[in-house]
């Protein structure tokens, strides 16, 4: 059964099964929430970024990154378990539900970080 997620704010951090061509991903990737739709509430939609771990030091175009040691304020407030970049030409529209979205786990502890 699908769950709507009580609304999101632009500028949230989550967890996000991007897709995998039209179906979920299995494994939730760090998102950026840009927009929130609202429209048909209580049914919200989002315009999510996608967000990795891999290769964080080579930016490119249309891309930035949260750094732990550069900025933890930043790091802290996004909840991050690594340095992630984000990637602003991947984004997707998607319903706010359970099926594309899930609670991002604690971030984990420094001994799993270095």
């Known amino acids: 059964m699908v769950r709507w ?3 999101p704010t632009a500028g949230n951090v989550v967890g996000c099964h991007f897709p995998d061509q039209i179906n979920p991903h ?3 990737r760090p998102a950026l929430i ?6 048909e509430m209580p049914q919200f939609e989002v315009q999510a970024v996608y967000g990795t771990s891999q290769k964080t030091r080579a930016l490119h175009r ?5 750094y732990r040691q550069i900025n ?14 984000f990637n602003l030409r991947q984004l ?5 539900s359970t099926e ?11 001994k ?3």
């Open 92 to 96: 997707i529209n998607l319903p706010f």
């Open 34 to 39: 840009l927009s929130v739709f609202d429209d």
């Open 112 to 114: 799993y970080l270095n």
């Open 26 to 28: 299995p494994k939730p």
């Open 5 to 7: 997620w009580p609304e």
């Open 72 to 85: 933890p304020a930043a790091y802290e407030a996004a909840n991050l378990s690594f340095d992630t970049k």
């Open 62 to 66: 249309g891309e930035f990154a949260i």
């Open 100 to 110: 594309w979205f899930s609670v991002p786990p604690q971030p984990q502890t420094d």
